[in-house]
């Protein structure tokens, strides 16, 4: 598999990377477990979780994904094998980036990851009560002590994203190398007006969250009532339109067409986009993985390509 390069380290990670957030939530670790091993099998290196997951789940705390890596880490002796991330700021727990909270909260998360180092510690929401000065000089303490290997930002604006870079610069303080931005095929205005310019002006890795729009674009939620049936139920009603339905049949046209499914073809836009270093998706079956690895694989044709950009345009 062709991998992609992030930062001034230059690791070299798959175009698809697995989002963690449903071990401890949709996948029980006997399932985590297996779905590693077969990231591992598959090429896929690249690995994001987060403190916070999966507090929402009934019964979790937050912490239970990194757990749940933690342990397969320790069962497996494969820690050399993944590119980890994973965040701070975002959790009720351990809030915000304040100095005191991220050297917390990382000693937290290693711990929990039963690992030395973690390599892309993002700031997982912008926090503008703490100054950039102060974030930023905690992220160079932990990069200088070995425990983090680099920064990346999530949930920032283009402009605080900016901002951020321009005092690293300034002070010459660790700068973020990684933006992970809600980026799909139905949420696309944000990161292409946005924050794309800043990427591509900085030369940042990119990975992006809710690729398959929590799984409607895959293409199983054709009405609330298919919605309500699933354990993302709230966060998919927002994509059941006129124009996300559309969306959906533009995929399964061009899933039929190449013989794949419509989450493969879904992540396969997201990779074709030049400034997209890879998209981050979740499975909670082997089965479910290889059709996500697929898209890795999957060469859109420019008719592919036209007809997703016609029908995820925001007016008709």
């Known amino acids: 598999m062709q991998t992609n390069t992030i930062g001034t380290l230059k690791l070299q990670v798959a175009p698809l990377a697995f989002g963690a957030n449903v071990f401890g939530w949709t996948a029980d ?13 598959q090429g896929l290196n690249f690995v994001d979780t987060a403190d916070s997951y999966s507090h929402w789940a009934d ?6 994904s990194e757990t749940i890596i ?9 820690r050399d094998k993944i590119v980890l991330a994973t965040k701070v700021g975002m959790w009720k727990q351990r809030p915000g980036l304040s100095a005191a909270n991220i050297e917390a909260a990382v000693n937290d998360s290693l711990r929990r990851l039963q690992t030395d180092y973690i390599d892309v510690y993002f700031s997982h929401l912008d926090d503008d009560k703490t100054p950039f000065e102060e974030t930023l000089t905690a992220y160079q303490k932990l990069i200088k002590a070995g425990k983090v290997r680099m920064i990346g930002a999530s949930n920032f604006s283009g402009e605080r994203l900016e901002a951020a870079l321009k005092v690293s610069k ?23 007006t946005g924050l794309e310019p800043v990427a591509q002006a900085h030369k940042l890795a990119v990975v992006t969250y809710f690729s398959l729009a929590s799984g409607f674009l895959s293409g199983k939620y054709r009405s609330k009532a298919d919605a309500a049936k699933a354990a993302r139920s709230g966060l998919v009603d927002k994509y059941i339109n006129e124009r996300g339905l559309r969306i959906v049949d533009a995929l399964v046209e061009v899933a039929k067409h190449h013989d794949t499914t419509a989450a493969t073809v879904a992540l396969a836009w997201i990779i074709a986009r030049p400034s997209v270093t890879a998209p981050i998706a979740s499975a909670t079956s082997v089965a479910q993985l290889e059709s996500l690895t697929a898209a890795t694989r999957l060469q859109l044709s420019s008719d592919d390509m036209k007809l997703l950009a016609k029908a995820s345009a925001a007016a008709q």
């Open 170 to 192: 300034a002070l010459g303080l660790p700068a973020y190398e990684v933006l992970q931005p809600e980026y799909n095929l139905y949420d696309r205005e944000g990161y292409e």
């Open 29 to 41: 670790e006997r399932t985590s477990f297996s779905l590693l091993d077969a990231c591992v099998e």
């Open 59 to 64: 019964g979790n705390q937050g912490g239970e």
């Open 70 to 78: 933690g342990k397969w880490f320790k069962q497996s002796g494969q």
